[in-house]
């Protein structure tokens, strides 16, 4: 016997009628010029993670950034096979058919996807283990960091080796030829950063130094500069 269809959820329905009544009636007229076509400068490649959204923390008008979502905020690297490349075709669309400016990979932190491939005491989640597979992409960063401290806390790590996946992730970019001729030219930039879900502060990534540092005013104390190219330190 087929089960009755379940109701929409009341929470959306809700969220919607107060978007029709204040962003929607405030952004009529933008809404009605995107009905012909989205003309974005910034793609933003972040993560799943429902604490992180990108719209939100970039207070960003609908149509202003393309925004590619996964576990890890990963980029895999160039690999023209008969896969099924869903970040890769999103890039593909923002460089080649929307020709974006600015390509950011937003990381963050308490990241579910680097904390998984961090901690070796988590097992697969199903048989088909989609995302141990895909966190694999991880391993090039690990590597770079020199893998966890013997007596690194668990989440120091995590963090550490979140803004080395950032990194990573912006020399997978790289390795796709669109990518590399458009950011030869200076016609496509590439931009890492980092937001501290806890504290809300914006961290960028310095291409010169290879820190991440605040994007506007001071950084609160707690929070200390990392250096994802220097390895743990081993006790």
Known sequence: MDNPAAPFPARLTE?????LDDRFD???SRYEELADGQTPKIMLIGCCDSRVSPEIIFDARPGEMFVARNVANLVPPFSPDDGLHGTSAALEYAVQALKVEHIVVLGHGRCGGIRAFAD?????LSSGDFIGQWITLIGPAAQRTGGRGRNEDLDTYVERLAFASIQQSLANLRTFPCVQILESKGRLQLHGAYFAVATGVLMLLDPVSGQ??????EMPRKVQMIRCDEPAGQA
Do not use: M
């Open 212 to 217: 991440f540092l605040p994007a506007v005013g």
């Open 26 to 28: 405030r952004e009529k």
């Open 15 to 19: 969220g919607y009628r107060a978007f």
């Open 120 to 124: 070796d005491a988590q097992g697969p």
